[in-house]
């Protein structure tokens, strides 16, 4: 099935506008500063992207706190360091403002796993069931929605509902069976999950343990059972980072992806941080998505103010409820 980026990303293609190239001699770093106040823009970006866009970001953090902050900006554009749901989620908050994606191929394996057109179908077998939905979904997924969750708030969203409320949780199998355990609800489970967090190799983590017995092993939810049981912390990306911030340790094996090392070493420089290995031969862990974008990439963005993320009206108008109720019961709960 052919998308709007699907015609976007071709539209770009035949300008010309995904071979440009950036004069090496600029201070990227000056110039996208430049831009920021020329055309009153935010740059919002994910704890995994690459470290020079974090660091030249106005906001940095996970899918709730990066919610948080695209609903409430007063920028009149929004550049999203991340991926394509992750701006969809921006757009439908602010949908009077222009949003940005450095690259508009930037997208989610996880979001692709639950595509809208087979949930539905889904759905309609559990016609008494509410559906609360991992933010890692296209805006057409959220329309099928009740509510939104993140990992930081996933377990105040599943125990807000009436016990007596029978639920489906998706797309993401190994949360929704954490939160399952967590929160003794017997929610019915979409079979999704993201590449990053499912090939950790407990192996290679078994024989780091051994050469560093005094880290703690630190995953995110989206991680498979037999890891989660063996960590010694389990939380969302922010969780984590907050976590190895107050921690007496001073060594992490950190089972998530490798971009927010980044953070945790600017945080405790004194501590050691280390990437779970995965099965394959690469010595981290990273989410090929969320390392398209680049500075480069964000410079020709906000310069030129495309790629856009545009969503059909009626997106916006059903999909932004799941998430506005997300926001408050997060708020409700102090998150």
């Known amino acids: 099935m052919t998308t709007e980026l699907d015609f976007a990303t071709e539209k770009l293609q035949k300008i010309g506008f995904l071979d440009m190239d ?3 001699t600029l201070d990227l770093f000056e110039e996208i500063n430049k831009l920021k106040k020329e055309k009153n823009a935010i740059i919002l970006a994910h704890y995994y992207q690459e470290p020079d866009i974090q660091d030249i970001a106005d906001y940095i953090g996970d899918s709730l706190g990066l919610s948080q902050e695209a609903a409430r900006t007063e920028a009149d554009i929004i550049v999203f360091a991340g991926v394509h749901f992750m701006a969809e989620t921006a757009k439908m908050l602010s949908p009077t403002k222009k949003v940005l994606l450095p690259d508009l191929k930037a997208g989610c394996s996880l979001a692709d796993a639950c595509p809208a057109p087979l949930f539905k179908k889904f759905k309609e077998k559990y016609p008494d069931h509410i ?3 991992y933010v890692n979904t296209s805006a057409e997924m959220k329309t099928l929605t009740d509510i939104c969750c993140t990992s930081t708030n996933a377990v105040q969203i599943i125990e807000s509902i ?8 998706a797309p993401d199998i190994n949360l ?4 399952v355990k967590k929160t003794g609800r017997d929610m019915v489970l979409w079979n999704g999950a993201c590449m990053v967090h499912e090939i950790f190799s407990m192996e290679k983590i078994a024989k780091l343990r051994m050469r560093h017995p005094n880290a703690l092993l630190i995953a995110h939810p989206e991680c498979e059972e037999h890891l989660l049981e063996t960590a010694d912390y389990i939380g969302s990306t922010t969780g984590l980072l907050k976590f190895t911030m107050s921690s007496e340790a ?7 992806e490798a971009g927010i090392l980044h953070q945790m070493e600017k945080s405790s420089p004194h501590k050691t941080f280390i990437p779970a290995p995965p099965e394959n031969t690469c010595a981290c862990n990273e989410c090929p998505h969320m390392k398209l974008n680049t500075l480069e990439k964000l410079y020709i963005c906000m310069k030129y103010e495309m790629p856009e993320v545009i969503l059909p009206e009626w997106v916006i108008r ?4 799941s998430i506005e109720r997300m926001l408050e019961i997060s708020a409700r709960a102090g998150l």
């Open 250 to 256: 001073t060594e992490f094996i950190v089972a998530t």
């Open 22 to 24: 950036v004069d090496p």
């Open 176 to 179: 929704g069976r954490y939160l």
């Open 318 to 321: 059903e999909g932004v409820k």
């Open 162 to 169: 009436p016990k007596d409320q029978p639920i489906i949780f």
């Open 131 to 133: 559906v609360v939905s």
